[in-house]
T-cell receptor, first 115, second 115 residues
Framework: KNQVEQSPQSLIILEGKNCTLQCNYTVSPFSNLRWYKQDTGRGPVSLTIMTFSENTKSNGRYTATLDADTKQSSLHITASQLSDSASYICVVSAPGIRVTDKLIFGTGTRLQVFP | NAGVTQTPKFQVLKTGQSMTLQCAQDMNHNSMYWYRQDPGMGLRLIYYSASEGTTDKGEVPNGYNVSRLNKREFSLRLESAAPSQTSVYFC??????????????FGNGTRLTVT
């Protein structure tokens, strides 16, 4: 069964520190991997989308990496800010026929940044 | 641009009551989706519409119906609400059908409680 697992479930860091969130997946074949940020009470917002051939992609202080051989991705946040407090969701896209096979969501990592 | 707009933002229903959740997007996207989000679980697809006039069941369609009124609007109806339908509902849209490289654009959700 296609699955996406994220770790840790939750994380607390101090403002200004760096952190790394992990995403492991068993989806095969694979089209792309996405990271979304979801603020409390809001819908998810796309941060990055990486295809099979991309190893890294940045969006400001957010850098996502992808190792398609080991089926692992990470999201690195540099110099964290209070506004980074949110849930981060990993989503793997697959070239399935049925729409339910096309987007597989992880359960998210909840990040809290304290001053 | 407003993006994806959902109404209402909050709703409380009694068991057996019915209601319709409204969603509209102004990005001229063909694909639209309804997801539910529950604590500790990833987003789960309820229904999907690839284009005006077409709808497909997702992972958890029981107890729901949808209407793709036109290209902009995609509504979700609960005919007889049950406590198990207490959740946060998100509407989303995308240029492609989820398996491509286009991101999903989400609304800010409807928080539904069924007592």
């Amino acid at each position: 069964k296609n699955q996406v697992e994220q770790s840790p479930q939750s994380l607390i860091i101090l403002e200004g520190k760096n952190c790394t969130l992990q995403c492991n997946y068993t989806v095969s074949p694979f089209s792309n991997l996405r990271w979304y940020k979801q603020d409390t009470g809001r819908g998810p917002v796309s941060l990055t989308i990486m295809t099979f051939s991309e190893n890294t992609k940045s969006n400001g202080r957010y850098t996502a990496t992808l190792d398609a051989d080991t089926k692992q991705s990470s999201l690195h946040i540099t110099a964290s800010q209070l506004s980074d407090s949110a849930s981060y969701i990993c989503v793997v896209s697959a070239p399935g026929i049925r729409v339910t096979d096309k987007l597989i969501f992880g359960t998210g990592t909840r990040l809290q940044v304290f001053p | 641009n407003a993006g994806v707009t959902q109404t209402p933002k909050f709703q409380v229903l009694k068991t057996g009551q019915s209601m319709t959740l409204q969603c509209a997007q102004d990005m001229n996207h063909n694909s639209m989706y309804w997801y539910r989000q529950d604590p500790g679980m990833g987003l789960r697809l309820i229904y999907y519409s690839a284009s005006e006039g077409t709808t497909d069941k997702g992972e958890v369609p029981n107890g729901y119906n949808v209407s793709r009124l036109n290209k902009r609007e995609f509504s979700l109806r609960l005919e007889s609400a049950a406590p198990s339908q207490t959740s946060v509902y998100f509407c989303a849209s995308s240029e492609d059908g989820g398996g491509g490289n286009s991101p999903l654009h989400f609304g800010n959700g409807t928080r539904l409680t069924v007592t």
